[in-house]
């Protein structure tokens, strides 16, 4: 990874997200109260491009997301954040099912610890899961952003 932390802002529907890469992949996305202090403020080309396909996210006009990642964590997390990356737009997911589609039927805590760490929430859409009972779980930049988000995709909650 390259020694050198860029960031820009990016205004959402959401509020400001910041933006952090290290010049080569996507670090990171936090939501307003989560802003980091590390970097440089300073677009590069992965903030513009990661910029440009949120923005078309929140316009409607794109539902995948082509960004090279670069968070790190560990082999479960990791596992974890790329069974995410394969739910489909508009569609919802359990913890259960996650711990499933990994392999590990009985990890469902750890899924939900690991999904809460997910550095890169809506490229990689923890907003996609919900509790078993069909009801909103946790998200980093509140319930009423999962709503947001989920809304956007056409996905309704019970």
């Known amino acids: 990874m390259a020694d050198k932390i860029n ?6 529907p959401l509020g400001q997200l910041r933006l952090v890469s290290d010049g080569e992949a996507l670090l990171r996305i936090e939501f307003a109260d989560q802003h980091g202090d590390d970097g440089v403020e300073q677009a590069d080309a992965v903030l513009h491009d990661t910029a440009r396909q949120l923005t078309e ?7 995948r997301f ?21 739910i489909p737009y508009g569609e919802l997911r359990s913890y259960q099912d996650i711990a499933n589609s990994i392999g590990r039927q009985r990890a469902v805590r750890a899924v939900g610890a690991a999904n809460g760490r997910n550095p890169i929430p809506i490229v990689v859409p923890c907003h996609r899961v919900i509790g ?9 930049g509140g319930l009423p952003a999962k709503q947001l988000l989920l809304s956007l995709e056409g996905s309704s909650v019970g």
Do not use: D, H
Not at 57 to 63: I, K, L, S, V
Not at 132 to 140: C, Q, Y
């Open 7 to 12: 960031y820009q802002y990016l205004e959402t």
């Open 57 to 63: 996210y929140f316009q409607g006009q794109r539902q």
């Open 66 to 86: 082509q960004i090279k990642l670069g968070a790190e964590g560990t082999a479960f997390q990791n596992s974890v954040w790329q069974a995410l990356r394969e």
């Open 132 to 140: 078993s009972n069909g009801r909103l779980t946790g998200f980093a």
